[in-house]
């Protein structure tokens, strides 16, 4: 869901995975349709459902998570990469010279958090989470420092994965 250019859509078809690759820009190709995940046309069910930075910008979670769950076998699983952007505090944002009130304006539009969590934990049963580094997927930061700056208190994680069935 939401698979952008395609890349690890094309890497796990490459790897014998039957693949179906959802994004309203999808390129062209076999695994790739070019729709959102409320339109898809594909009975399902599916084995796993992957979603990477994608969630928090749909218009209607709900009915996208009631979707996903609709697609999904009975053992399938929901796999998630997402980020919190309301988990922004002061000393995180002063580290990556942001400043948290333009930050509040950019992503007000956005699910944040809690808003995720719910709707997940409303439909699916938790098997993993875990929280993860944000900054250096989409600032062009060091994950290692990353890692360690969070390990250390010194930032908040807005990262997270999700495995839900």
């Known amino acids: 869901m939401g698979c952008g250019r395609g890349e690890l859509a094309l890497a796990l078809a ?6 179906v690759a959802v994004d309203p820009e999808a390129p062209e190709g076999a695994i790739f349709r070019r729709t959102t995940i409320e339109e898809l046309d594909e009975p399902g069910p599916f084995d796993a459902v992957l979603a990477s930075f994608s969630l928090h910008h749909v218009p209607k979670l709900d009915a996208v998570l009631d979707q996903l ?3 999904l076998a ?4 929901l796999i998630l990469d997402e980020f ?5 505090d ?3 944002a002063e580290h990556y010279g942001l400043d948290p009130d333009d930050w509040r304006v950019e992503h007000d539009d956005l699910h944040g958090f809690e808003r995720l969590r719910g709707a997940l934990d409303a439909r699916f049963r938790e098997r993993h989470f875990s929280p ?8 062009d930061a060091d994950e290692d420092e990353e890692r360690a700056l969070i390990a250390a208190g010194k930032i908040r994680p807005l990262g997270f994965r ?3 069935s």
Not at 14 to 19: E, H, K, L, T
Not at 84 to 88: E, I, Q, R, S, V
């Open 74 to 77: 009975p053992d399938g699983l």
């Open 69 to 71: 769950r609709a697609l």
């Open 84 to 88: 919190g952007w309301d988990l922004l």
């Open 14 to 19: 490459g790897a014998g995975y039957d693949v």
């Open 132 to 139: 993860e580094p944000y900054f250096s997927r989409h600032l």
């Open 162 to 164: 999700y495995v839900g």
């Open 90 to 92: 002061e000393q995180t």
